[in-house]
């Protein structure tokens, strides 16, 4: 029976570093170039060409580990790690093994269960491989008859995140999945871009039973590009292992893909034994000296966590746990927010109503465009000054939709668009009073329904006078001077 | 001293891809069997802790700026390869 | 033509009494004439010579500025990078192998005005020291054309020797540019590791090789080196260190200088004429003012085992790109790896295959610490002993090979007897340090017998001096091969 066996999952992530140029040459790394148009010397390997390390490579994977807690090294180095493939020019990757950059960090995410902290083993630097188009029906490697190699993507600066054995289901992994990236987005490190391959994921699983100290043989499955797929493809893994093991049989240390279409999981067979990749020190490279300074630089540069500044927004803004969850989705959107609080806060008007229309009217509307919040047509401050109107009395909520509709067509400033359109509300007590005179005038027969009892008549009226204001007055006031006059002449 | 068999001759050769003729096969193992037979020498040293030297000196950080410069032209990088197609190198079918 | 030395010909061509292009057509001459005898060249480029020589005679009309080593022609080792111009390490697996990039070196010396001429025979990929190993033919001693050249620089060493160029470059990663330079008589150069970039040498062991210079003279060849070494932002081992001016104190001799002598090289396995010659030299150089130590390098025997286990493992990792998918040689096979090995079987030399199997053996699992790691950690002690020695002594002096040139074939069925002709040139390469080979005499047969010099860390002008020094108080230097 499952709920016998405990599942443990560790993560390896592979995150494409934002810089301009290669880790080793200057080429760039746009993606979507054509074939082989982004290469020279140097990344396709030929000989007698030599790296040079990308002095931005180094500072964004000492961000992005300081990010994740980790313990930066003095000093760390470069290795080789060799194997034959035709996307690997050099026949070897450079990497990292024996002394990776960083180590012994944490994260710490959401679970149902409350915080949770899942413990990272290491962070290193490595470089991409290149591409290859195998020439069959569906891209299949397995029926291609040929494949086409294209070593644009070959050098490009990554970072490898590996996690302890820490996550126990497939959902913790999501939410490791989650918080990772939420982390590299908020260190500006890298576009976490799935289809793009930016950011890759392979899964470490095993089983044991409950109380069992031991780890299980485990399994690594690979080819899962979305965090989706890789939810399916540990719950798929961990049933197929603990079926497994109920039927007598012993988990198989091996790696496994993951085939979205089918749902299911196949064991790469490999004819040959385990890879013996025989790693050792890249003579090309010196070791690399990380000086206090360089170290300190980026912790400065750190910004608030995903985590932290969700707490503060709840504490700060009076947020609910939901709404703090909204804001702080990716950096953009938190300093959006953050900017249209502080200026409403300042304004007096409150910043959990500047939430409302954020995380409601904006983020709906931009994502019926397909639009991020770094593109929205509306600036932060405008938002707090439609929130400040609407607080203020000076328009309606319902007047505030279609000011908010032309600013997001627009980009104007909301008091423009309330003064073009003749929008401003009637709050002026005076001839709200003027009006209700005439309606309670010119209705005697609803106006005697309410006083024998109907209450609820005060609706129609309230209705007739904001027709009569064309929709201007504002309704808080016509309601309370409507009850005053009406009650006022039992 | 060491045993090169014919067995882990066959074994290095498939990690270093190269195929090698029956002749070649057995001197190689008997000329490596030799080899390392003198390399053992290296055994009658105690090194323990002694640190390692990959690396003839070590320097100063040597670094460069993340710049794009301009690469290579793409005729330039296709125009030795033994097999094209759609401007990619293409090798034959990859059996995993 | 032949009796001139870089330097006066370069003087003579800028007093314009002689053309870049004469003196460019002369040394082709004398390639045509000569080479068939010693096989020093694998590919000539008299277009690329001459437009280079009439480049220079150009500017020199104009009363433009020339470079350093205008109009001298020089011969190159086919393991640097020429751009479009065949580079192949003497290898099948690269023949007609045009790079699209320049080795820094070769900008080097064309930014100096330097005159290329061709592509000079080594052992394949560096892998040698007889160059038996080239996969096209072997090159010929010119004192003796039924003896090897040495190797791995041994077109270079060939190329100098008899005449046909006064200047080349070559690599040294066990003794390739000072074994050769000693069995043809020459003098060669293997500076500090770092103080010349690597970029567009194709790798035979990263963490040992270093380009450096040959020449007839101790004079010509710091010309050279003044013009190839420096910082280049290409190859991160490469040091920024200012590059003080070699020849400046070149003349300044030897007083108070103390001189090491590693007993260690100079016992068993050392040829006796060779013992005496280097004997002489040593009381030549006591006599010019030096003083003469004996000091020790304890771990001496350790360093051939060392050696040949750090730089197979690095070169089992640097030529396993050769693989038939971007360049080279492709043998057609049906799938990848059948290809894969295909191509490795065909394009590769038993030795460079023996090398890359010992490499790829002390780096796989379960032998890495008994070999490779155990051969780095010996690494270390060999330093100790140089730094231990250099306590003692400003230079330590030795000579540069166990025996004179020796017969081709002699050695080629025994790859052990082979390796142990590098024993007293590999500790430089373990170190980093540098080291020089300059002529001290002739064997019985008329064989050049070579003296090595190693100098601290990055003080290739003690070395420059103390071999300066030593040919301005001998003329072996000057005696030329016979060649028809």
Known sequence: MSQDYEIVIGLEVHVELSTASKIFCGCPTTFGAEPNTQVCPVCLGLPGTLPVLNQQVLTFAIRAALACNCQIAQHTKFDRKNYFYPDLPKAYQISQYDMPLAEHGSISIDTTQGEKSIGITRVHLEEDAGKLVHQSQGGQIGTAASSLADYNRTGVPLIEIVSEPDLRSADEAYAYLTALKEILLYTKVSDCNMEEGSLRCDANISVRPRGQEALGTKAELKNMNSFKNIRDAIEYEAKRQIRVLEEGGKVEQETRLWDADKGTSHSMRSKEEAHDYRYFPEPDLPVVYLSEKMIADQQQQLPEMPQARRHRFQKEYGLSEYDAGVCTMSPAMAEYFEDAAKKAVSAKVSAKTVCNWITVELQGKLKADGKEISNSPIASGQMAELTRLIERGKISGKMGKDVFADMYVTGKDPEVIVQEKGLSQISNSDEILKMVAAIIAANPNPVAEYKSGKTQTIGFLVGQVMKASQGQANPKLVNQILRDCLDKNI | ?96 | MRELSAKQIHEKIIAKEITATAVCEAALQRIHSTDSQVKAFLAVDEQGALAAAKAVDRKLAKNEPVGPLAGVPIALKDNLCTKGFPTTCASKILAGWKPPYQATVVERVRAADAVPVGKVNMDEFAMGSSCENSAFFPSNNPWNQECVSGGSSGGSAVAVASGMVPLALGSDTGGSIRQPASLCGIVGIKPTYGRVSRYGLIAYASSLDQIGPLAQSVEDAAMLLQVIAGCDQKDSTCTDMAVPNYTEQMQSGIKGLTIGLPQEYFSEGLDPEVKAAVEQAKQVLQDAGARLVEVTLPHTEYSLATYYLIATAEASSNLARYDGVQYGLRAEADNLIAMYKATRAQGFGAEVKRRIMLGTYALSAGYYDAYYKKALQVRTLIQRDFTEAFNKCDIILTPTSPTVAFRRGEKTEDPLAMYLSDIYTISANLTGLPGISIPCGFNSEGLPIGLQLIGKVFDEQMLLRTAQTYQSHTDWHTKRPILA
Not at chain 2, 41 to 46: E, I, R, V
């Open chain 2, 1 to 96: 001293m060491p045993e090169i068999t014919d067995k882990t001759v066959e074994k290095i050769a498939r990690l270093a891809n190269l195929q090698l003729a029956p002749d070649e096969s057995g001197r190689f193992s008997e000329q490596l069997e030799k080899i390392l037979g003198y390399m053992h020498k290296l055994n009658q040293l105690d090194t323990t802790n002694v640190p390692q030297t990959a690396q003839a000196r070590q320097g100063r950080n040597i670094w460069r700026a993340d710049v794009v410069v301009p690469g290579l032209e793409r005729e330039a990088v296709l125009a030795e390869a033994p097999d094209v197609q759609d401007y990619g190198f293409r090798v034959p079918r990859i059996i995993e």
